[in-house]
Structures are given as structure tokens and as C-alpha cells.
């Protein structure tokens, strides 16, 4: 069990992480967009996410902007947040950030893809009552291969995988992957 102060150490210690995964991943890819978010969450999602962040730097992990030349953008329907989002998740051992956000494409939608590189670095203020610590959201930029997206999330947290022209109004973070399409497909 994480007491409070260990609670603490481990934002400290992720939010120093994330510092570091900036840099690299600045360092590796260039200039890219880089939104702003803010994230007020439960103690155990806060725990949650620190952890990942200790680990990795990356408290919502990676994701990836699955597009295809019409401009329609693969989501996949979260149960946990009940909202459109982009297909990704947990950093697992020894992967790289890119090598994650293709299992995580290939495990909640089915769909094959040939990755351009980062599109977006998000950071993330997550606060949770007293706390708060700073990650980013590395999300990589992919044209799809194959076009019947098929569910088959090991972790049963996806309930639908879907194209669409238009983000649909329950899109999380819909602003900031508008403002990505526009700047990259138009």
C-alpha cells in the first residue's frame, strides 16, 4: 500500500521522469505540437499515473493518431472514461514509446499501420486533491494499413473501434486532434 508520503516521493519522482522524457523525445523527433491538459482524478487513478510516470514518464502512457488519406481518424470507445479516444495505453517493459503505441493499435482496434513519427507531445497536469505532478503523452502520428478496425482488448476496456469523418462531440481531447488533422491532412 502507497502511504501519502510515498505518494508524494512518487509525483516528485514522476513528474522528474517526465522532465527527462521531454528532452529525449524532443531531442529525437523535433518540433511538435505540444497541447496543455489538465486532469483532475480519484486517488487511485492519481496513484495510478505516478506510478506509470515513475516508470516511464509517460502517465497516460502512449497513443496514436490512426488516420486514413480520406482524413477519417480511427477511435476506440474507452469504458472507463465512456468517451471516444485515441487508440493507446501502458508503456510495458522494454518496449520503446513507438513499439507500445503499435501493440496498443494493433490490441484495441485490429488495424495495421505504417507510422510518420510523433504528431503531438502532450503534457498533462494530473491533480488529485492535495497533489499534483506533470507528465506528457507522447501520440504518434499513423496511416492506416487495413480498414475494419476489430476489438480485441485484452484488457476488455474497449467496447467499440470506429472511422470517423467527423470527431463526435464525446471525443476526449477532440480540440487538440482537430487542430492536428487540420495542420497535417489538410
Do not use: K
Not at 503505441?101 to 499501420?113: D, K, M, N, S
Not at 510523433?118 to 502520428?141: E, N
Amino acid at each position: 500500500m502507497t502511504t501519502v508520503g510515498d505518494l508524494w516521493y512518487l509525483a516528485d519522482e514522476a513528474e522528474r521522469r517526465a522532465e527527462e522524457t521531454y528532452h529525449e523525445l524532443c531531442e529525437r523527433h523535433g518540433e511538435v505540437m505540444e497541447p496543455e491538459l489538465d486532469r483532475w482524478v480519484g486517488r487511485r487513478h492519481f496513484r495510478r499515473a505516478v506510478e506509470r510516470g515513475s516508470d516511464s514518464g509517460a502517465a497516460y502512457g502512449v497513443h496514436t493518431i490512426v488516420y486514413r488519406p480520406s482524413g477519417s481518424l480511427l477511435l476506440v470507445r474507452h469504458a472507463d472514461v465512456e468517451q471516444w479516444v485515441l487508440p493507446g495505453g501502458e508503456v510495458g517493459g522494454g518496449e520503446s514509446f513507438r513499439e507500445a503505441a503499435a501493440r496498443e493499435v494493433r490490441e484495441e482496434a485490429g488495424v495495421e499501420v505504417a507510422y510518420d513519427g510523433l504528431a503531438m507531445l502532450m503534457h498533462v497536469d494530473i491533480r488529485c486533491d492535495d497533489h499534483s505532478t506533470r507528465g506528457v503523452v507522447p501520440v504518434y502520428a499513423a496511416e492506416a494499413q487495413t480498414n475494419d478496425p476489430t476489438v480485441t482488448d485484452p484488457d476488455d476496456e474497449i467496447t467499440a473501434a470506429r472511422w470517423f469523418e467527423d470527431l463526435p462531440p464525446d471525443t476526449r481531447d477532440r480540440e487538440h486532434i482537430r487542430a492536428w488533422r487540420e495542420r497535417t491532412l489538410a
